[in-house]
T-cell receptor, first 114, second 112 residues
Framework: ETGVTQSPTHLIKTRGQQVTLRCSSQ?????VSWYQQALGQGPQFIFQ???????GRGNFPPRFSGLQFPNYSSELNVNALELDDSALYLC?????????????FGPGTRLTVT | DAKTTQPNSMESNEEEPVHLPCNHS???????IHWYRQLPSQGPEYVIH???SNVNNRMASLAIAEDRKSSTLILHRATLRDAAVYYC?????????????FGTGTRLKVLA
């Protein structure tokens, strides 16, 4: 059973640019959630994808968007990058339908915006 | 969304038990109590969850107050590898999303 993987591990972008982060969910999982974690803070929920559609969103602007593919992998896209977007971006997978809903997190992508 | 309150930091000696408290006074009847921990340079890791009764697994125990307004994560014998940030999270089992509301958690320091 493979765990959640994310790529790239680190990324440096310039303000105004666009970025795409990738996530492969754990085998057997059909739901992917994305979180943003600023330094010294807990993760903040961005959105969740199930059956290739957004299924829940946190307090993030529309320039944060995502995709889920038929194999349940996912992308997070951020347009018009701002300095405050510098953070660790975490992907978590789970199996929709389990009431408990424990999530399995990847190691994250560290994004730095200069 | 119901919120949780945890102490910012705690210390423990190695091989001693650790009790990490969490207050969740606005918990609803459909909320599960989840605990996750985040080791340095890693994503959060599931530790344990419960609804009403106390729970045990290989990693820890979860003690839930009778009124469910607080809970305690118990590490029976802390090791240096248990040094991490511990998050107490409420997850609405009636919700169709797995939206976790993380606080700032409790940073556990384990002393050798």
């Amino acid at each position: 059973e493979t765990g959640v993987t994310q790529s790239p591990t680190h990324l440096i972008k310039t303000r105004g640019q666009q970025v795409t982060l990738r996530c492969s969910s754990q085998s057997g999982h059909n739901t992917v959630s994305w979180y943003q974690q600023a330094l010294g803070q807990g993760p903040q929920f961005i959105f969740q994808y199930y059956r290739e559609e957004e299924n829940g969103r946190g307090n993030f602007p529309p320039r944060f968007s995502g995709l889920q593919f038929p194999n349940y992998s996912s992308e997070l896209n951020v347009n018009a990058l701002e300095l405050d977007d510098s953070a660790l971006y975490l992907c978590a997978s789970s199996f929709f339908g389990r009431a408990v809903g424990e999530q399995y997190f990847g190691p994250g992508t560290r994004l730095t915006v200069t | 969304d119901a919120k949780t309150t945890q102490p910012n930091s705690m210390e423990s000696n190695e091989e001693e038990p650790v009790h990490l408290p969490c207050n969740h006074s606005t918990i609803s009847g459909t909320d599960y109590i989840h605990w996750y921990r985040q080791l340095p340079s890693q994503g959060p890791e599931y530790v344990i969850h419960g609804l009403t009764s106390n729970v045990n697994n290989r990693m820890a125990s979860l003690a839930i107050a009778e009124d469910r307004k607080s809970s305690t994560l118990i590490l029976h014998r802390a090791t240096l590898r248990d040094a991490a940030v511990y998050y107490c999270i409420l997850r609405d089992r009636a919700s169709g999303t797995y939206k976790y509301i993380f606080g700032t958690g409790t940073r556990l320091k384990v002393l050798a």
